[in-house]
């Protein structure tokens, strides 16, 4: 029996149940161990991807297990009053009560599964993240990589993960879709070879563990697995089998023969403004006429810009106001260069300013779409 806050465990269990639907599930439970003599109360799950232990410090008078479905927990917890203390114990029929105040309580309903025991395997090697370095590659790096079961995934498996490599100039961060891209160099430490880790385990870790957490990841013996650990959470993810593609020829730089400047928050509302009014398939056409430039979606949307030609070659572009959006979204620049080689081809954007050193350390690519 353990007692604990309805507004803890609401949260913990809501983060556990996000992440565990994102480790595509084996087993659609999740095991809860709460132990007497550490004063903890663990919730594990266990999926083809990633399998997870997080552990809490509560107030446990006597040892407690049970296993529980997915939607079950999710369901039950959810439904809780506010502002109560919660006591969870066994129940007959093998059932579980959350119980509160004076004789009210729900009933969760367990299932017969066995204990998810996890433990770290033996590593090779381990890195630390630097302090929120992983949520940032989640925030930036993520929405670059492929949907499971896309046609980019099922050419390149490799392309739903975040890809991590060393290099003399330093930890080349980079994912793709093959319509957008994007790639950094880092300052941090890595391992000697090169790893995808899933998209997916990025987004549940991040579920698990505070951006001010430091995350340690080891590579275990075999190198197919990555144990992710924080001062709460175990975790081991399968790591994608395969060579991540080659995305170097997607990106050009500011010596590109075209090249458009223009100031990156209002070309973010002009581009959130095209997305809202395009529907399904919109295309944000891009051009300059005599002196003034312009972004258009077709038949409906014509807004001057701020933005200008550097270039001797005035060409216009279009693009998905979708992958214009996260590329925009990335850089954090006042002012953003939009650099291509010709007509239709991908653009490279990067921070305009003049003044900001890691210029070069952050590139993002969009390709073009056909002009209406």
């Known amino acids: 029996m353990f007692k604990i806050n309805v507004e803890i465990l609401q949260n913990e269990v809501s983060k556990i149940v996000s992440a565990a ?11 809860v161990s709460a132990s007497k003599e550490k004063g903890t109360v663990s919730f594990s799950f266990s999926g083809e ?4 232990v997080k552990t809490i410090e509560t107030e446990v008078s ?49 299932v017969k599964e066995n204990e998810i025991a996890l433990t770290s395997p033996d590593t090779s090697q381990s890195i630390s993240f630097p302090e929120g370095k992983w949520n940032y590659f989640r925030l930036n790096f993520a ?18 993960g975040i890809n991590f490599s060393k290099t003399e100039n330093g930890i080349i961060v980079q994912a793709t879709n093959s319509v957008k891209a994007i790639k950094s160099i880092e300052e941090m430490d890595w391992f000697d070879t090169s790893i995808t880790i899933p998209c997916d385990t990025f987004y549940s ?12 990841v080891s590579l275990d013996k075999t190198g ?35 090249i458009w400047r223009a100031d990156r928050m209002e070309l973010l509302e002009t581009t959130r ?10 295309v944000m056409k891009v051009f300059k006429k005599d002196t003034k430039h312009f972004a258009v979606l077709k038949d409906i949307l014509i807004e001057k810009i701020g933005a200008v030609v550097e270039s001797e070659v005035k060409e216009g572009f279009s693009v998905n106001p979708n992958n214009l959006e996260a590329a925009l979204t990335v850089l954090r620049s006042e002012e953003v260069l939009l650099a291509f080689t010709q007509k ?29």
């Open 21 to 31: 639907k994102r480790s595509r599930l084996t087993q659609s439970y999740i095991f």
């Open 273 to 282: 403004r095209v997305k809202k009014l395009g529907g399904q398939t919109p």
């Open 49 to 52: 991807l990633l399998s997870v």
């Open 205 to 216: 870790i991040t579920e698990l563990i505070s951006s001010n957490e430091i995350v340690t």
């Open 224 to 258: 197919s697995n990555i144990i992710i650990e924080s001062s709460k959470v175990l975790a081991i993810s399968r790591l994608i089998d395969g060579k991540f593609p080659d995305t170097e020829k997607l990106f050009c730089d500011e010596t590109a023969p075209i």
């Open 143 to 160: 929405t670059f990589c492929a949907l499971p079961n896309s046609k980019a995934a099922i050419k390149e498996p490799t392309c739903t």
């Open 344 to 372: 239709t081809a991908p653009i490279t954007l990067l921070s305009g300013d003049e003044d900001d050193d890691n210029r070069s350390n952050l590139k993002v690519m969009i390709g073009q779409v056909k002009q209406n």
């Open 62 to 110: 006597k040892d407690l297990s049970f296993a529980t479905s997915v939607l079950e927990f999710q369901l039950k917890v959810s439904s809780l009053p506010d502002e109560v203390e919660i006591s969870v114990f066994s129940s007959p029929k093998d059932n579980v009560q959350l119980k509160w105040g004076s004789g009210s309580g729900i009933t969760l309903l367990t």
